[in-house]
């Protein structure tokens, strides 16, 4: 598929790998490379069926990659609305960025699994830690077990911690 956000450059090919390791430090043509490409979770559904699916890009310095998520790290997501649009060869998704949030360095689904209810513990969570940024929304939307999420992952600022986009589905078109 691929990755398309409003307005802050994000605009990139989605990979999945048979392991997360795969695309980690490599492109689509198998190259390497630092910056590694943007992919799917292995355990993911790739047509973004799941409760939550994850993806995966490097935090570059130089604001490509998952780097330009840094911009919304301290935005106010009960005031604005961002999009991220997921465009694959059947659909167009639509999901509304509802939280970011810091987490320790390890993986979502492994701790939460991915079930409809793996969203509601892993945001009750970040609320705890009191790293949500708009936690009682999060929480609110994250009750509705019908929903489907999306959850960018990268590099927090240092080694120990990952940095998150949480959105959640609005909308699907189906071509």
Known sequence: GWILFDNNGISYPILQGKDNEKYLYRLADGTKS??????????????????????????????????????LD??????????IY????????L?????????????????FSNTPDSIYHFVRAIDLHGTSQSKILLLDASKDKKSQWLVLSTCGSDSKTRFFIIA??????RK
């Open 34 to 71: 630092k910056a590694g490409s943007i992919f799917m979770d292995a355990a993911c559904s790739p047509d973004f069926s799941d409760a939550h699916t994850i993806i995966y890009g490097h935090n570059m310095k130089n604001g490509t990659m998952f780097g330009a998520l840094r911009q």
């Open 74 to 83: 301290k935005s106010d997501f009960v005031k604005k609305v961002y999009f």
């Open 86 to 93: 997921i465009i694959t060869p059947t659909s167009k998704i």
């Open 95 to 111: 999901y509304r960025i509802r939280s970011s949030a810091v987490w320790c360095n390890k993986d979502i689904l492994y701790t």
């Open 168 to 173: 959640q589905k609005q909308n699907e078109w």
